[in-house]
């Protein structure tokens, strides 16, 4: 493979791009709509000493790839595909570029096409960095996922404008294939969550009450504070059915937005609880690991009991008890754009023995 033919297919595709007004309409909504998001974060982190700066960058972190999502299939879905509608694809197959250099010249086109986005996003970025909370740490592991999962979108866009042999269906089909990582997949968390149960006894007992208050055992007149000196009922034991959540957060794995969130180190207060963005989402997931106790239970008249008890784990101690899964998910998705582009290639390569019926070659 030639570099030089390589970059100089590459510069085609952005020559291309670049020349479109609608390219700079995209980047202005796109600035516009970071300003509002930034403002707004600025708003709501404005009370929170704690979690203002990290708050308002794992948000705006957030928002620039959730557009970038939105915008690249756009961008990409139609590069080799649309190029043989307009008839200038045979050209370029019959010089000295090989079908991998035209394939992935495009893909880089795309790819920096994305980042450009993601350009726009730095100034909002360094203004949330200036309000403090903000860590090396999460700046530079937030920028390579940003910059992966942007050549994720594209590499799945050029691959589908190869595979497929209109432009409007490989465009869809990009759309389909991003929806399915983005909200596919936790769709499909919470319908098998759901199809997973187990029973889950619960017993308690609680006091008993009179219009003064809780009774209490003889010789105490006042025990509202002495749960040990109420007078308590009998044993009560209900069944539910609970969602086993923990056989199925492994779908949550390929998600753009676990991954970011997962990869990025967690921020934390005084408290142990997460601070931003990336950490609440990061608490959910790592949650959902945790096998749900299937014998619960409270005793109101003990003092030893999860009733008076606060018990809950803390985001540090969730996080610190589970598992990561960002780079099983990254690789998911690595494997996918790379099956797709390997298929692109066999079906873009020349000479061709057969193409689909209604193919322009020249």
Known sequence: MSLSRLWTITRLELTQRVRSVAWYVLLGIFALILVGV???????FSGYSEQRGSGIYSTVVYITLLLVLLVSPTLSGNSINGDRDAATLAPVQVTLATTGEILFGKFLAAWITGLAFALVAVPFLLVASLAGGVTAGMILVSAVILIVEVGIVAA??????????????????????VAALAVGTLIAFGLLGAAFTSEQVNTSRYATYDDNGPECVDGVENCWDEPENMVCGDWETYTYTVP????????????PFVVLADATPTQFNS???????????????????????LEIGYDECDPRSSYYQD????????????????????????????SLLWWAYARTRTPARTLPTGTRIA
């Open 311 to 338: 018990d809950y784990p803390t985001a540090r101690e969730t996080i610190a008890k589970t598992v990561p899964s960002w780079f099983v998910g990254l690789g998911v998705q690595i494997v996918l754009a790379g």
């Open 244 to 255: 086993r959540f923990d056989r199925v957060w492994w779908v949550l794995a390929a998600n």
């Open 156 to 177: 799945i866009g050029v691959a589908l404008s190869g595979i497929l042999a209109r432009p409007l269906f490989s465009v869809a089909a990009t759309y389909l294939i």
């Open 271 to 293: 408290r142990g609880d997460a601070v931003d963005m990336f950490g609440y989402l990061k608490v959910g997931v790592r949650s959902a690991q945790i096998t749900p106790d």
């Open 38 to 44: 930034t403002a707004l974060s600025f708003l709501t």
